[in-house]
């Protein structure tokens, strides 16, 4: 699995799971959403997010570019 789409996915579980925080828990969790959703927004400008270099670090994932070679 490429970081890409290792970050794809928790990405797409940690807007899941801030949607049911804020169903069932408190609706402030819904700030975590917009967290995410502004973080996606600013990676698609600069290609800089810190849960890829995490992802990176913590399962030695690599790059599309990477496994392409």
């Not at 069932?24 to 975590?32: A, D, K, M, R, Y």
């Not at 800089?48 to 399962?59: D, M, V």
Request: charged share 15%; hydrophobic share 55%.
């Amino acid at each position: 699995m490429s970081v890409e789409r290792a970050l794809t996915a928790f990405a797409g579980f940690m807007i899941l799971l801030s949607v049911a925080l804020t169903v069932w828990v408190h609706p402030n969790f819904v700030w975590l959403t917009v967290f995410i959703g502004a973080n996606l927004f600013q990676q698609s400008f600069t290609g800089f997010c810190p849960a890829s270099i995490a992802l990176r670090k913590l399962f030695d994932l690599k790059t599309e570019r990477e496994l392409a070679k």
